[in-house]
């Protein structure tokens, strides 16, 4: 398969650091890469750090390229082009369509969206011309990943951080094959494991990592959803650039939450693994082990057949049913049962795996069996949802 080519466009900030941690991770990931350093980005990397990780050309200048229209060859060269970092300044050249150096003249004579990674102090962020200028290159379909919030170097704490460059790869993945096509959908998906306390040391929980239900509010989120993550235990770093996060432990936690926010939803996709018991009398101090055991369980409640039964005619509902045993049949009666548009069927097996196999199914039958990893099967989930 052809590598799919991704033009780096470093510019002058402190973060263009970061960038080289970024080439990195994108060459072993497959890409082929090719840079673009501005002036002022030679201030803080210099063209051998993105030589010696891409295996490739690194560009400075109009005018010292070999390549006599080296703006043309390389924005036509790119699927995607991806700045970062990006700093105000060249954010503010690019929304006025100045060309006055080989990374804007670039950024001009490249003919699809392009993806900003905006990274700078909190006031020149939150700046009214800085703001007005992204939102001049949204509105001309541009992507831009929210900067993160926390201590900047330049010893403000607030929004204007580089992101992780885990998320600026799925970011980079989402853009190559989608676009922002779910803005002003609304959409709650649920993910991890409910936590039931038997005394403060032992627990009821089920098999999950939350990374199914990560992956989804991440390539939804990233696709222009507004999403909110309700989620219980979780060992997956979770998107910072979610619109609203709820840690809620337990079923009871999940069940209200849940409940709560569903009416204001387009979509509810439940990926959680909720617990169907909990102890009866949860004990408040420690059972020794000298003491009999008895574990008296009473059913949680089931969320998902909540929702389903009072589902707006406007709303579409997912869920997911984990199986050890006869996939297909088991889900079909889920489907029913819970009046779900859609339930994706899967193996317990892949529980905590980085891959996952799936069985689409909806009323009228199997749509699709899928294999791959949970990020592009969250990608794949929310293509089918779409058409339904
Ligand atoms: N679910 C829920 N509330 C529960 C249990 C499950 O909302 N108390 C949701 C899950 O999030 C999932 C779907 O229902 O989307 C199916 O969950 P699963 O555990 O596969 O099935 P159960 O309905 O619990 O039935 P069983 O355990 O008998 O397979």
Avoid at 48 to 71: M, R, Y
Avoid at 161 to 168: C, H, R, T, V, W
Avoid at 299 to 319: C, M, R, V, W
Wanted: overall charge negative; glycine content about 4%; aromatic content about 6%.
């Amino acid at each position: 398969m052809l590598k799919q080519r991704i033009l780096l466009c470093v510019t002058g900030g402190i973060a263009a650091y970061k960038a080289i941690d970024l080439a990195s991770r994108l060459h072993k990931a497959g890409y082929q890469i090719r840079t673009i350093l501005s002036e002022d980005a030679l201030h803080f990397v210099s063209k051998i750090n993105f030589e010696a990780i891409t295996h490739s050309s690194v560009h400075t200048s109009l005018w010292e390229d070999e390549d006599p229209i080296p703006h043309i060859s390389l924005a036509d060269w790119a699927d995607l082009i991806v700045v970062a970092p990006a700093t105000a300044n060249t954010i503010a050249k690019a929304a006025h369509g100045l060309a006055d150096n080989l990374l804007t003249a670039t950024l001009l004579a490249h003919t699809k969206p392009i993806l900003w990674i905006p990274a700078m102090n909190v006031n020149m962020y939150h700046n009214s011309i800085t703001q007005t200028n992204m939102d001049l290159l949204k509105e001309r379909g541009h992507y831009l990943l929210d900067p993160s919030v926390g201590m900047l170097a330049c010893a403000y704490e607030g929004k204007g951080k580089y992101p992780p460059n885990a998320e600026i790869l799925y970011a980079i993945r989402t853009y190559l094959t989608h676009s922002r096509d779910l803005i002003g959908k609304k959409v709650m998906v649920t993910a991890g494991a409910t936590i039931e306390h038997i005394d403060p040391m032992r627990m009821i929980t089920n098999r999950s990592s939350g990374k199914m239900g990560i992956s989804l509010a991440r390539a939804l989120a990233l696709r222009g959803a507004e999403v909110t993550l309700v989620y219980g235990s979780v060992s997956e770093e979770i998107p910072y650039y979610l619109a609203e996060t709820i840690y809620t432990p337990s079923v009871d936690e999940m069940h209200d939450a849940v409940i709560r926010e569903a009416k204001t939803k387009d979509w509810i996709i439940m990926c959680a693994a909720v617990s169907d018991f909990k102890p009866a009398l949860p004990q408040t101090k420690k059972i020794k082990k000298s003491e009999e055991l008895d574990l008296n369980l009473v059913s949680t409640p089931d969320i998902l057949f909540e929702l389903g039964a009072n589902k707006k005619a406007s709303q579409l509902l997912i869920g997911f049913a984990a199986e050890t045993q006869d996939i297909v049949e088991y889900a079909k009666q889920k489907l029913k049962k819970k009046n779900l548009d859609l339930i994706v069927a899967n193996s317990l097996e892949n529980a905590g795996k980085e891959t996952n196999s799936i069985i689409l199914i909806d009323s009228s039958g199997e749509l699709a069996k899928l294999e791959g990893n949970k990020f592009d099967l969250a990608h794949q989930i929310i293509d089918t949802v779409i058409n339904i």
